[in-house]
């Protein structure tokens, strides 16, 4: 019996794990309208999405990705309708008390990039606090991009920069700038992931994705699974990356 549509989606196939991309970042986009296609009210697609983020966390750490950065809520996502703004804060504190009670089990890097200032004391809390604890773990590190924006990152990094500035003399360098991102010590993506069929990147990580291999796909962030990753990795595995040389 032929039954192509029943077919099970082809596997990706396994990546080359000695040639990971050391950082991926992800752009978890799509949650409302998968829910939508399911006649859900657009938070149970963020509730979905943040179960996608877990998973694909774990699966990170598993294959030994170092570094995953994911955009969660961007400084234009405050447009949204009050409700939804609040149910997003809402799954963030399910999140980081879920993460507090299971550090010693996972033992996972926690670091939030953004404005944290607009958020609510308990948030603010909970953050410090997963921040302080999780940070001695030195497996993957997850980045969590909070009331972020890349320009917003940029603007702020340009009057720290200028504060600072005349005290040795020195003028400003790629790489003295930016020590003054929320992404200091962390390596530039290698690969940004954008789910959900949208081909912009929606002010994530401007400066830091300056050399980064983009890829895109239809499926939406809560349909995002191991499989998903793979068909990513291994497409960044057959990426050749001249950062403007020749080989
Ligand atoms: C991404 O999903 C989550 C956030 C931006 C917070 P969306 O909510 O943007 O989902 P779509 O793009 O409307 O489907
Ligand atoms: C980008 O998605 C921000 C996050 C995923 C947090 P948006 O849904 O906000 O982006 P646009 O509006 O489609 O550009
Ligand atoms: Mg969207």
Redesign the pocket.
């Known amino acids: 019996m032929s039954m192509g549509i029943f077919r099970r989606k082809k596997d990706a196939g396994q990546p080359d794990v000695s040639r990971l991309p050391c950082h991926i970042a992800i ?10 296609k399911r006649g859900l009210p ?1 938070t149970a ?2 509730a979905a ?1 943040a179960e996608t983020f877990r998973r694909i966390a774990t699966y990170c750490k598993e294959i030994g990705v170092r570094y995953l950065t994911v ?4 400084t234009e ?1 405050w447009k ?1 309708p009050p409700e ?1 703004v609040a149910a ?1 804060m809402k799954l963030l504190k399910k999140f980081l008390t879920e993460a507090l009670r299971d550090m010693e089990k996972n033992r996972v890097k926690v670091k939030f990039l953004g404005d944290l200032e607009p958020l609510s004391d308990e948030l603010k809390t909970l953050i410090a606090e997963t921040e302080k604890i999780s940070q001695k773990y030195n497996g993957v590190q997850v980045n969590l991009c909070v009331n972020y924006g890349g320009r917003d990152e940029i603007v702020r990094a340009v009057n720290a920069c200028m504060r600072d500035a005349g005290k040795d003399g020195a003028p400003v360098t790629e790489e003295s700038f930016s020590r003054y991102l929320y992404t200091d010590g962390i390596p530039d993506p290698d690969l940004i992931i954008r789910p ?1 069929g ?1 081909y912009r990147l ?1 002010n994530f990580l401007m400066w830091q994705s300056a050399y980064s291999e983009l890829y895109f796909t239809d499926v ?2 809560p349909d995002f699974d191991k499989n998903e990753m793979n068909r990513a990795i291994c497409e960044y595995q057959t990426r050749d990356r001249r950062y403007g040389g020749i080989k």
Do not use: Q, V
Request: no cysteine; aromatic share 14%.
């Open positions: 752009i978890m986009d799509g949650n409302g309208r998968w829910a939508k657009r697609g963020h999405g955009y969660a809520f961007s996502n949204r939804e997003i959900s949208e929606s939406l962030w």
